[in-house]
């Protein structure tokens, strides 16, 4: 796999996990970056919360997805993902910025950070609340907005 370019072009939409012909690619990024790099047992990535949220899709400008997100009527954010090679390009960030843009403001959106990706998070206004705690064996922070 060629790295792209750190001006390689991507773009954000809405992905519908039932309808949308992108559901392959977004079960393809997750494998990749939650079962494949970070050892998330099978069973635990995929829950039945898929078909109550919405989904994000990043593509690169071929139309390949490169990342993913989701969020619930609950206001949580969750399922970010970037496949590697586009990391710090900009894409979890605006992958980000459209969930902002799209999940209700209340209840105040929320997300379970990975501890590494506190400092991401709170750059966009969440602040971190609760002690640490495991999710798939990996160490999280609970995080909310503050609007």
């Known amino acids: 796999m060629t790295s792209p370019s750190n001006s390689a072009p991507f773009s954000v939409r809405v992905a519908d996990w039932r309808n949308d012909l992108d559901r392959n690619a977004l079960q393809q990024v997750r494998r990749q970056v939650f079962i494949e790099e970070q050892g998330v047992p099978e069973s635990l990535e995929w829950d039945t919360e898929d ?3 919405t989904h994000l899709v990043a593509m690169d400008g071929q139309g390949k997805a ?3 997100a989701r969020y619930l009527p609950t206001g949580q954010i969750g399922r970010m993902a970037v496949l590697r ?6 894409v979890g960030a605006a992958l980000l ?15 379970h950070a990975q501890v590494d ?11 971190a ?8 064996e990996i160490p999280h922070r609970r995080m909310i907005l503050d609007r």
């Open 51 to 53: 078909t109550r949220a």
């Open 66 to 68: 490169i990342g993913t």
């Open 85 to 90: 090679p586009w990391r710090g390009r900009g």
């Open 97 to 111: 910025r459209k969930a902002l843009q799209l999940v209700p403001s209340q209840p105040a959106p929320f997300l």
């Open 117 to 127: 990706a506190v400092g991401f998070y709170a750059g966009f206004g969440f602040t």
């Open 129 to 136: 609340e609760g002690d640490v705690f495991n999710d798939a």
